[in-house]
Structure formats: structure tokens, C-alpha cells
């Protein structure tokens, strides 16, 4: 019965063991922080894509203003009269109109670049929205998995602190036994009960019963098919 009660808690720890590894939370941790990392990256080249738009309107700022200064200054110069040749006040004049559709043609590539960094800034906007909301979310999971795990590890604690008794006593060999066994299958003994290994749940024959039943109780018995220490008890049917 020793080996019954030290296989009862050594499931148990498996089990609390096996809960700790496979938490939902822990799954949908690495789900979130998989596509974070794809966010990132696309959020990363939205910024660059921001940065040179923004550089870029920058440039296409100037350009105008340049243009726009320089037909300023000319017609300045054409109101004052200090220009009163008349080839020279032609010529001027034909600069002037061809500033005129210089400036038209910057501000119309200055307006696209606005647009574009338009767009590109609500991509950002969104992808920045995006990971702050995952990151929330992972955040929000880690909690409640740490939760989880401090209530698991409490009970693995107390369930460790019932292994050592209910080891004390067994035969070191049949201990060894025992180990390897569970190290293989996960139980290592297993009740005789109704004629049935509690290990494979497959019916004992006739003749293994009759040998079960005639060896001593002190000797070791397992199960032909899963080769589990089989614990006979006033429930095995003998």
C-alpha cells in the first residue's frame, strides 16, 4: 500500500507539473509576442518611411519658399522701377511667369509629399496603437500566469513535502524498481483491482491470477503486459 500512496502523490506532482508547463496563459504569451515581433518590424519601416517623408517635406518647403523669395524680390524690383530697360523688363517679366509655374509645380509635388505623410503617419499611428495594445495584453497574461504559478508551486510544495514519508519504509530496491519504472511511463506501480492493472487497465488472465494469487505477500508482482509493480489489495479479486 506504501507504493500505492507514493504513486498517488507522485501523480499528483506530475499533474501540478504538467498544469505549470501548459498554463493557457503561457500560450497565448508566445502567440502575442510572435506577432509583436512582426509589428515591430513593420513599425520600425513605418517610422523610417515618416523620417525621410518628413525630411523630404522639409526639403520641398524650402524649395518654394527659395522660388517664392526670388519672384518676390524680382517683381520688388519691377514695382520700384529699378529696372527701365525695356529688353531687360521683358525678360523679367518671362522669368517672373516662369517662377509663377515653378512655384505652382513645387507646391503641387509638396502637397503629394503631405499626403504620402499623411498616410505613412497613420500607419504609424496604428502600428504604434497596435503593439501598446499587445503589450498590454502580454502584460495582463503575465499577471494572471504568475498568479497561477504561485497557487501551483503552493501546492507542489505541500505535495513534495508528502513524497518523503510516504517513500520512508520502502526497500531501497524496490524503490530503484519503482523509479525506473515511472521514469519510463510515468507509474510506476499500479493496484490490482476487480482482476485489472490499474496501470493498462487490461484484465489479468486466469493463470496470472492463479500465480499472483499463490505468490507471498512480500514478493514483487507485475503486470505482463505494462510490466508495472502491481499492489494487491483486498480489492483485487484473489
Known amino acids: 500500500m506504501k507504493l500505492l500512496d507514493l504513486q498517488a ?17 503561457i500560450a497565448r504569451i508566445a502567440e ?10 513593420r513599425l520600425r519601416d513605418a517610422r523610417i518611411v515618416v523620417d ?18 526670388r519672384r518676390t524680390r524680382d517683381q520688388q524690383r519691377m ?25 505652382s509645380t513645387l507646391e503641387d509635388a509638396e502637397l503629394e509629399i503631405m499626403e504620402r505623410l499623411e498616410e505613412a503617419q497613420a500607419t504609424l499611428d496604428r502600428l504604434t496603437a497596435q503593439l501598446a495594445e499587445t503589450d498590454a495584453q502580454v502584460a495582463e497574461l503575465a499577471t494572471a500566469r504568475d498568479a497561477r504559478w504561485a497557487e501551483i508551486d503552493e501546492q507542489l510544495a505541500a505535495a ?6 510516504a517513500a520512508d519504509g520502502i526497500p531501497e530496491d524496490l524503490m530503484a524498481l ?24 487490461i484484465t489479468v488472465d ?11 505477500v512480500d514478493e514483487v508482482v507485475r503486470c505482463e503486459e505494462c510490466q508495472r509493480i502491481l499492489v494487491r489489495t483486498a480489492e483485487s479479486g484473489l
Open 32 to 41: 502575442l509576442e510572435t506577432g509583436r515581433g512582426d509589428v515591430d518590424d
Open 178 to 201: 519503482y523509479e525506473r519504472l515511472r521514469a519510463k511511463t510515468g507509474i510506476g506501480a499500479a493496484e490490482l483491482r476487480a482482476r485489472q492493472c490499474g496501470g493498462c487497465h
Open 79 to 103: 514695382d520700384a522701377g529699378l529696372i527701365t530697360n525695356p529688353k531687360d523688363l521683358e525678360r523679367m517679366q518671362h522669368e517672373l511667369t516662369s517662377l509663377d509655374r515653378r512655384v
Open 160 to 165: 513534495e513535502a508528502e513524497r518523503a514519508p
Open 9 to 25: 502523490v507522485d501523480a499528483r506532482l506530475d499533474q501540478l507539473r504538467h498544469q505549470r508547463r501548459a498554463l493557457p496563459e
Open 206 to 216: 486466469a493463470a496470472e491470477l492463479v500465480q499472483i494469487r499463490r505468490s507471498p
Open 52 to 69: 525621410d517623408l518628413t525630411a523630404e517635406q522639409r526639403k520641398a518647403d524650402a524649395d518654394v519658399e527659395q522660388v517664392k523669395a
